[in-house]
C-alpha cells in the first residue's frame, strides 16, 4: 500500500512538471548525519493485551545517531521534486522494573528484556516558491509531500532456569500526505539559510508533522557545486491503528554536505 500513494505522488510530480516551463533542471544528492534526542510511548496489542510502554525509561532505550539521505531534481526556477529516506533503529538491553504487557506477553518485573525498534522512514513530494523578495534572494513557497513509515518493535526475554523465553514483535505501517511552507534566503554569495516544516492530521488515525531550519555553505577553494550543510531538524508523531499506538517526538542538529549537478 505504501509503495502505491509514493509511485502516485510521484506520478503527480510529474504530471505537473510540464508546466513549470522549466530551464535545464538541477540535481542536489545530500547526505547528513543527524544526532536527535528521542521520546517515545506505544502500545501493541494482541486480543486488547498490551499497555502503553515508555521506550526509554521501561525498555533501556538510549539515543543514537543517524544517516540520511536525499535528492531534489529543480524543474524550472521555482519547482523541485524531492526525496528523502532514513533508516532508524534502536537497541535495548535492560532488567525491566516492572512488569510489560506487549502483544499479549507478559515481561516480568526484573527479567532481562531485549529490544529492536526499528523505523524506516521515506519522504516524496513538490515544493514550489512562487513568492521571490530581495532580488531573488529570498524564496517562499509550499511543499506537499507524502510521507510514510514502517515501524517494527520486538521484545525478547531470554529463558533461564526460571523463566521460558518471551518473544513477540509489533508492527505499525502508515502513509501521510502533508503540507507546509519553505523559505530560501541567500544573504552572501557562498552562504543560503532554509527552512521548512509540514503537517497535517488524519482524525482517529493520527498526527504527523516534521520540520528542520539550516544553513548551507560553499567553502573557499573547493568545487563550486559541494556545500557544507548543518542545521537542526524535528519529527514528531502520534498514530494508532486499532488498540495499537504510537507516541514519538525526535529532534536535533545535524551536518553534512550535499553536492548540485
Known amino acids: 500500500m505504501l509503495t502505491r500513494y509514493i509511485l502516485l505522488a510521484f506520478l503527480c510530480a510529474l504530471a505537473v512538471a510540464p508546466l513549470t516551463h522549466a530551464r535545464s533542471p538541477r540535481v542536489r544528492a545530500e547526505g547528513i548525519y543527524w544526532m536527535p534526542g528521542l521520546a517515545a510511548e506505544g502500545r501493541f496489542t494482541d486480543n486488547d493485551i498490551g499497555e502503553d510502554i515508555d521506550f526509554k525509561d521501561d525498555l533501556g532505550l538510549s ?38 504487557e ?21 519522504q516524496l513530494g513538490w515544493s514550489w516558491q512562487f513568492i521571490n523578495l530581495l532580488g531573488d534572494r529570498l524564496r517562499l513557497g509550499t511543499l506537499v509531500d507524502l510521507k510514510g513509515m514502517d515501524i517494527k518493535s520486538s521484545l525478547v526475554a531470554p529463558g533461564d532456569e526460571t523463566f521460558e523465553k518471551v518473544e513477540e514483535s509489533g508492527d505499525i505501517t502508515f502513509a501521510f ?27 482517529s488515525y493520527g ?30 508523531l502520534d498514530v494508532e491503528r486499532g488498540d495499537d499506538r504510537l507516541e514519538m517526538r525526535m529532534g536535533g542538529p545535524f551536518a553534512g554536505m550535499s553536492l548540485n549537478f
Do not use: C
Not at 71 to 76: E, F, N
Not at 87 to 100: A, T, V
Not at 102 to 122: I, P, S
Not at 207 to 213: H, I, P
Open 207 to 236: 498526527w504527523f508533522a516534521d520540520g528542520e531550519a539550516g544553513v548551507r555553505v560553499a567553502p573557499l577553494g573547493l568545487l563550486s557545486s559541494l556545500r557544507i550543510t548543518g542545521g537542526y531538524r524535528i519529527l514528531m
Open 63 to 100: 539515543d543514537r545517531d543517524f544517516p540520511v539521505g536525499r535528492a531534489s531534481l529543480r524543474l524550472g526556477r521555482n519547482h523541485r521534486i524531492r526525496l528523502g529516506y532514513t533508516q532508524i533503529g534502536y537497541r535495548g538491553d535492560e532488567n525491566i522494573k516492572r512488569e510489560i
Open 177 to 203: 500526505p502533508t503540507v507546509g511552507l519553505a523559505a530560501d534566503l541567500a544573504p552572501m554569495k557562498r552562504i543560503s539559510v532554509y527552512a521548512e516544516a509540514a503537517g497535517m492530521t488524519a482524525g
Open 102 to 122: 506487549f502483544r499479549g506477553e507478559t515481561y516480568e518485573a526484573g527479567r532481562r528484556v531485549k529490544t529492536d525498534f526499528d523505523m524506516r522512514y521515506a
